[in-house]
Protein backbone atom coordinates (compact mmCIF):
# COMPACT_ATOMS: atom_id res chain seq x y z
CA UNK A 1 0.00 0.00 0.00
CA UNK A 2 1.06 3.50 -1.15
CA UNK A 3 1.89 5.77 1.66
CA UNK A 4 -0.75 8.60 -0.06
CA UNK A 5 -2.66 7.44 -2.78
CA UNK A 6 -4.68 9.45 -5.50
CA UNK A 7 -6.47 8.96 -8.71
CA UNK A 8 -4.28 9.53 -11.47
CA UNK A 9 -6.74 10.70 -13.57
CA UNK A 10 -7.46 12.75 -15.75
CA UNK A 11 -10.29 14.28 -13.97
CA UNK A 12 -12.06 16.40 -17.01
CA UNK A 13 -14.82 18.96 -15.82
CA UNK A 14 -16.56 22.01 -17.89
CA UNK A 15 -15.89 24.98 -16.95
CA UNK A 16 -17.78 26.38 -13.81
CA UNK A 17 -18.14 23.66 -12.59
CA UNK A 18 -16.85 21.98 -8.75
CA UNK A 19 -13.78 19.74 -8.98
CA UNK A 20 -13.11 16.96 -6.29
CA UNK A 21 -10.05 15.97 -5.62
CA UNK A 22 -9.54 12.83 -3.45
CA UNK A 23 -6.31 11.70 -1.42
CA UNK A 24 -6.10 8.82 1.32
CA UNK A 25 -3.11 8.50 3.53
CA UNK A 26 -1.42 5.63 5.86
CA UNK A 27 -0.13 6.80 8.37
CA UNK A 28 -2.62 7.49 11.19
CA UNK A 29 0.06 9.66 13.05
CA UNK A 30 0.59 12.39 10.13
CA UNK A 31 -0.24 16.09 11.08
CA UNK A 32 -0.13 18.25 8.80
CA UNK A 33 -1.55 17.96 5.18
CA UNK A 34 -0.71 19.83 2.55
CA UNK A 35 -2.04 21.05 -1.43
CA UNK A 36 0.02 21.20 -4.43
CA UNK A 37 -0.59 22.68 -7.83
CA UNK A 38 1.64 21.37 -10.78
CA UNK A 39 1.90 23.09 -14.23
CA UNK A 40 3.28 21.06 -16.81
CA UNK A 41 7.30 21.19 -16.59
CA UNK A 42 6.86 23.88 -13.61
CA UNK A 43 7.60 23.14 -9.71
CA UNK A 44 4.77 22.75 -7.39
CA UNK A 45 3.14 25.42 -5.94
CA UNK A 46 1.18 25.60 -2.56
CA UNK A 47 -2.38 26.00 -2.70
CA UNK A 48 -4.04 25.23 0.73
CA UNK A 49 -2.32 23.47 4.16
CA UNK A 50 -4.36 21.78 6.65
CA UNK A 51 -3.99 20.45 9.95
CA UNK A 52 -7.58 19.77 11.93
CA UNK A 53 -10.26 17.93 10.95
CA UNK A 54 -13.44 19.49 8.73
CA UNK A 55 -13.13 22.59 6.16
CA UNK A 56 -11.27 25.06 5.12
CA UNK A 57 -11.67 27.66 2.73
CA UNK A 58 -9.47 29.73 1.09
CA UNK A 59 -11.13 31.31 -1.72
CA UNK A 60 -12.31 28.98 -4.89
CA UNK A 61 -10.40 26.06 -2.87
CA UNK A 62 -11.79 24.09 0.07
CA UNK A 63 -9.67 21.53 2.02
CA UNK A 64 -11.35 18.88 3.67
CA UNK A 65 -9.67 16.71 6.13
CA UNK A 66 -11.15 13.34 8.17
CA UNK A 67 -8.09 11.83 9.94
CA UNK A 68 -10.33 8.83 11.39
CA UNK A 69 -11.10 8.06 7.66
CA UNK A 70 -7.35 9.18 6.15
CA UNK A 71 -8.94 11.37 4.03
CA UNK A 72 -7.80 14.69 2.96
CA UNK A 73 -9.50 16.20 -0.47
CA UNK A 74 -9.62 19.46 -2.10
CA UNK A 75 -12.50 20.74 -4.08
CA UNK A 76 -12.12 23.58 -6.45
CA UNK A 77 -15.13 25.92 -7.11
CA UNK A 78 -15.81 27.96 -10.57
CA UNK A 79 -13.43 25.78 -12.24
CA UNK A 80 -11.42 27.88 -14.76
CA UNK A 81 -9.35 26.46 -17.53
CA UNK A 82 -6.51 27.98 -15.96
CA UNK A 83 -6.88 25.46 -13.10
CA UNK A 84 -5.76 22.47 -15.18
CA UNK A 85 -2.71 21.00 -14.08
CA UNK A 86 -1.58 18.17 -11.65
CA UNK A 87 -2.78 18.28 -8.36
CA UNK A 88 -0.45 17.36 -5.66
CA UNK A 89 -1.50 15.99 -1.98
CA UNK A 90 1.13 15.89 0.57
CA UNK A 91 1.48 14.57 4.06
CA UNK A 92 3.88 15.25 6.71
CA UNK A 93 5.37 12.45 7.79
CA UNK A 94 7.58 13.64 10.75
CA UNK A 95 9.63 11.06 12.69
CA UNK A 96 9.53 12.52 16.00
CA UNK A 97 12.17 14.88 15.50
CA UNK A 98 12.81 17.95 13.87
CA UNK A 99 12.44 16.13 10.24
CA UNK A 100 9.97 17.73 7.98
CA UNK A 101 9.29 15.38 5.48
CA UNK A 102 6.52 15.78 2.76
CA UNK A 103 5.38 12.52 1.41
CA UNK A 104 3.58 13.11 -1.93
CA UNK A 105 0.85 11.34 -3.49
CA UNK A 106 1.75 10.75 -7.68
CA UNK A 107 -0.95 13.80 -8.22
CA UNK A 108 -4.23 13.64 -10.01
CA UNK A 109 -4.66 15.36 -13.32
CA UNK A 110 -7.19 18.00 -13.97
CA UNK A 111 -8.71 19.21 -17.31
CA UNK A 112 -11.00 21.57 -17.46
CA UNK A 113 -12.48 21.97 -20.60
CA UNK A 114 -13.76 25.55 -21.81
CA UNK B 1 7.23 33.11 -6.62
CA UNK B 2 8.27 31.93 -3.50
CA UNK B 3 11.83 33.49 -2.97
CA UNK B 4 13.44 30.18 -3.63
CA UNK B 5 15.52 29.89 -6.54
CA UNK B 6 17.86 26.97 -8.01
CA UNK B 7 20.55 26.55 -10.23
CA UNK B 8 21.15 25.65 -12.95
CA UNK B 9 17.72 25.54 -14.80
CA UNK B 10 18.89 22.60 -17.02
CA UNK B 11 21.40 19.96 -16.89
CA UNK B 12 22.86 17.54 -18.96
CA UNK B 13 25.38 14.53 -18.00
CA UNK B 14 26.85 11.55 -19.10
CA UNK B 15 26.65 8.51 -16.94
CA UNK B 16 29.38 7.92 -14.41
CA UNK B 17 29.61 11.73 -14.15
CA UNK B 18 29.08 14.14 -11.38
CA UNK B 19 27.19 16.85 -10.76
CA UNK B 20 26.14 20.03 -8.22
CA UNK B 21 22.97 21.76 -7.86
CA UNK B 22 22.77 24.49 -5.80
CA UNK B 23 19.53 26.36 -3.51
CA UNK B 24 18.97 29.37 -1.89
CA UNK B 25 16.02 29.36 0.62
CA UNK B 26 13.48 32.18 0.67
CA UNK B 27 14.67 34.81 2.92
CA UNK B 28 13.96 34.01 6.70
CA UNK B 29 13.58 30.41 6.19
CA UNK B 30 16.89 27.89 7.51
CA UNK B 31 15.64 24.39 6.51
CA UNK B 32 16.28 23.16 2.93
CA UNK B 33 14.86 19.73 1.80
CA UNK B 34 15.58 18.29 -1.39
CA UNK B 35 13.32 16.26 -3.54
CA UNK B 36 13.57 14.17 -6.89
CA UNK B 37 10.60 13.98 -9.17
CA UNK B 38 11.09 11.74 -11.79
CA UNK B 39 8.43 11.68 -14.99
CA UNK B 40 4.67 11.57 -14.09
CA UNK B 41 5.95 10.69 -10.35
CA UNK B 42 5.27 12.87 -6.91
CA UNK B 43 8.28 14.38 -5.62
CA UNK B 44 10.56 11.90 -3.25
CA UNK B 45 12.66 13.42 -0.26
CA UNK B 46 15.66 12.63 -0.57
CA UNK B 47 17.19 14.91 2.39
CA UNK B 48 17.21 17.78 4.67
CA UNK B 49 19.61 20.12 6.45
CA UNK B 50 19.39 22.10 9.47
CA UNK B 51 21.91 24.18 11.28
CA UNK B 52 23.87 22.90 8.10
CA UNK B 53 23.64 19.14 9.18
CA UNK B 54 21.34 16.62 7.41
CA UNK B 55 18.25 15.80 9.43
CA UNK B 56 16.28 13.29 7.72
CA UNK B 57 17.46 11.35 4.99
CA UNK B 58 14.81 9.15 2.11
CA UNK B 59 15.71 5.76 0.59
CA UNK B 60 18.42 7.18 -1.75
CA UNK B 61 22.23 5.88 -1.96
CA UNK B 62 25.09 7.54 -0.59
CA UNK B 63 26.20 9.08 -3.73
CA UNK B 64 23.41 11.59 -2.96
CA UNK B 65 24.63 13.68 -0.14
CA UNK B 66 23.82 17.75 0.54
CA UNK B 67 25.82 20.43 2.11
CA UNK B 68 23.97 23.33 3.88
CA UNK B 69 25.90 26.51 4.68
CA UNK B 70 25.61 29.30 6.91
CA UNK B 71 23.31 31.59 5.34
CA UNK B 72 21.23 28.62 4.67
CA UNK B 73 21.83 28.16 1.13
CA UNK B 74 22.45 24.45 0.11
CA UNK B 75 24.10 21.99 -3.08
CA UNK B 76 22.81 18.74 -3.56
CA UNK B 77 25.97 16.15 -5.04
CA UNK B 78 25.38 13.12 -6.89
CA UNK B 79 28.00 10.88 -7.94
CA UNK B 80 28.64 8.33 -10.71
CA UNK B 81 25.14 9.18 -12.05
CA UNK B 82 22.91 6.66 -13.54
CA UNK B 83 20.67 7.17 -16.43
CA UNK B 84 17.62 6.99 -13.67
CA UNK B 85 18.79 9.60 -11.96
CA UNK B 86 17.33 12.01 -14.67
CA UNK B 87 14.59 13.80 -12.98
CA UNK B 88 13.46 17.19 -11.79
CA UNK B 89 15.17 18.10 -8.54
CA UNK B 90 13.87 20.38 -6.38
CA UNK B 91 14.79 22.25 -2.89
CA UNK B 92 12.17 23.51 -1.04
CA UNK B 93 12.53 25.54 2.20
CA UNK B 94 11.01 25.72 5.22
CA UNK B 95 11.53 27.39 9.14
CA UNK B 96 12.21 25.11 11.95
CA UNK B 97 10.53 26.78 14.52
CA UNK B 98 7.37 28.26 12.11
CA UNK B 99 4.51 26.14 10.19
CA UNK B 100 6.43 23.06 8.18
CA UNK B 101 5.23 24.38 5.36
CA UNK B 102 7.63 24.35 2.93
CA UNK B 103 7.92 26.00 -0.60
CA UNK B 104 9.57 24.87 -3.75
CA UNK B 105 12.25 26.81 -6.07
CA UNK B 106 11.88 26.45 -9.95
CA UNK B 107 13.98 23.07 -10.25
CA UNK B 108 16.66 22.07 -12.09
CA UNK B 109 16.29 19.38 -14.88
CA UNK B 110 18.51 16.94 -14.79
CA UNK B 111 19.38 14.66 -18.01
CA UNK B 112 22.10 11.75 -17.76
CA UNK B 113 22.50 10.48 -21.24
Known amino acids: QKEVEQNSGPLSVPEGAIASLNCTYS??????FFWYRQYSGKSPELIMS????GDKEDGRFTAQLNKASQYVSLLIRDSQPSDSATYLC??????????????FGTGTLLAVQP | ETGVTQSPTHLIKTRGQQVTLRCSSQSGHNTVSWYQQALGQGPQFIFQ???????GRGNFPPRFSGLQFPNYSSELNVNALELDDSALYLC????????????FGPGTRLTVL
Open chain 2, 49 to 55: YYREEEN
Open chain 2, 92 to 103: ASSHASGTDTQY
Open chain 1, 90 to 103: AVNKGDGGATNKLI
Open chain 1, 27 to 32: DRVSQS
Open chain 1, 50 to 53: IYSN
